[in-house]
Nanobody, 122 residues
Framework: QVHLVESGGGLVQAGGSLRLSCAAS????????MGWFRQAPGKEREFVAA????????YYTDSVKGRFTISRDNAKNTVDLQMGNLKPEDTAVYYC???????????????WGQGTQVTVSS
């Protein structure tokens, strides 16, 4: 069982930055791939970024490439999402997820956090 808690969301102006963090409870955190997803009002949850268990490989959806960076610290059981040059269309609830492969679909992940709201004003 993995318990995930996101933090760091908030309100930011377009062009600004935010850093989201996800803290995991699992003793075996380093064996999990981690992902970030987001869900805007009225839309389906979508993939944002993922990172392999070692942190050696990272993957991004096209709309955030060059603006967002995913990273992890296996000693601290955390995974972060550094978001830059934020746009109003990045507004969503952001979810952290843990699974056994750094995929881009919901089905690749077995554990989910409760989410943190990110609002980008224009």
């Amino acid at each position: 069982q993995v318990h995930l808690v996101e933090s760091g969301g908030g309100l930011v102006q377009a062009g600004g930055s935010l850093r989201l963090s996800c803290a995991a409870s699992a003793r075996t955190f380093s064996s999990y791939a981690m992902g970030w997803f987001r869900q805007a009002p009225g839309k389906e949850r979508e993939f944002v970024a993922a990172i392999s268990w070692s942190g050696g490989k990272a993957y991004y959806t096209d709309s955030v490439k060059g603006r967002f960076t995913i990273s992890r610290d296996n000693a601290k059981n955390t995974v972060d999402l550094q978001m830059g040059n934020l746009k109003p269309e990045d507004t969503a609830v952001y979810y952290c997820a843990a699974g056994f492969s750094p995929g881009s679909t919901l089905y690749d992940y077995d554990y989910w956090g409760q989410g943190t709201q990110v609002t980008v004003s224009s």
